[in-house]
């Protein structure tokens, strides 16, 4: 739930609670289609990146305004990770898919940037395997300005 139903659905206000609904899951249909493409069936077939970042009115990008490393390009889409991040794994074989792009385009998992971000992501599809890396860098590990440790475990 986004904050608008939860709080229509808290103070009994209906409208409200339908409004932020359905503000949620069209948000939620979007970030799958133009973002991820979920299903792999909606991009051109000329369109080989693993992730789109940006949408134009007539064009999709793979490229951030202010890195171009794939670990910044992966996570923007990512961001911010709240409770109701959880969506990022409603479909684990897209977020498998997308993990391994990450990787073969960064050539291991010797992150440069972002490695609690991408540790977040990874559990939803691989947990052990991201308890795993968070443990052999946990003396290092560095968090994004807006995040925590405990938000990482």
């Known amino acids: 739930m986004g904050r608008a139903d939860a709080l229509g ?5 209906t409208r409200l609670r339908d409004l932020g609904a359905w503000l949620f899951t069209t948000e939620l249909a979007a970030v799958e289609d133009y973002w991820f493409d979920v299903t792999g069936q909606l991009r051109p077939k000329e369109y080989t ?5 940006l949408v134009w009115g007539g064009k999709s990008v793979n490229e951030t305004w202010f890195s171009s490393k794939p670990e910044d390009i992966h996570m923007i889409n990512w961001l911010p ?3 109701a991040s959880l969506y990022l794994g409603r479909h684990p074989a897209y977020v498998r898919r997308n993990y391994e792009a990450l990787r073969r385009e960064v050539g291991s998992e ?3 940037g972002a490695a609690d971000l991408i540790l977040m992501y990874r559990a939803l599809d691989d947990p052990g395997d991201a308890l795993r890396q968070y443990q052999a860098r946990a003396a290092t590990l560095r968090t994004d300005s807006g995040n925590s440790e405990a938000n990482v475990l």
């Open 9 to 13: 659905e808290a103070t009994g206000n």
């Open 49 to 53: 990146p693993s992730v789109v970042t």
């Open 81 to 83: 990770y709240t409770g």
């Open 110 to 112: 010797q992150w440069r």
